[in-house]
C-alpha cells in the first residue's frame, strides 16, 4: 500500500503545471540561452579581511545556439502542455 502511494506521488510530480508558473520558469532559461550570467564581488569584511566571489552561469541552449524564443516556447509547452500565452519577444521584462 506503501509503495503505491509513493509511485501516486512519483507520477503527480511529473504532470503538467499552470501555464503561468511554466511561463515564469521558461523566461529563465530563454535568458541564459540568450547569454551567459553572473557576477564578480570583491570587498573588504571586518578586520580587514578581503573576500572575492565569481559566479557564471550559462547554458547548454547557449552553447548549441539556439534561439531564446523556441526555448522559451518549447519549454512552457513541456512543462505545462500548453503554448504561452505570448511570443518571449513580447513580454516586457524580456531584455533580448
Avoid at 547569454?35 to 548549441?64: C, K, L, Q, W
Amino acid at each position: 500500500m506503501r509503495a503505491a502511494a509513493l509511485l501516486l506521488l512519483a507520477v503527480a510530480a511529473c504532470g503538467p503545471i499552470p501555464r503561468e508558473d511554466a511561463e515564469a520558469a521558461c523566461f529563465r532559461r530563454a535568458e541564459l540561452a540568450l547569454h551567459p550570467r553572473g557576477y564578480v564581488e570583491i570587498g573588504t569584511g571586518s578586520g580587514g579581511h578581503t573576500y572575492t566571489g565569481v559566479e557564471i552561469n550559462a547554458s547548454s541552449d547557449f552553447f548549441m545556439g539556439r534561439d531564446p524564443a523556441a526555448v522559451y516556447q518549447t519549454c512552457v509547452f513541456n512543462k505545462s502542455g500548453e503554448m504561452p500565452t505570448r511570443p518571449l519577444y513580447e513580454r516586457p521584462d524580456w531584455r533580448g
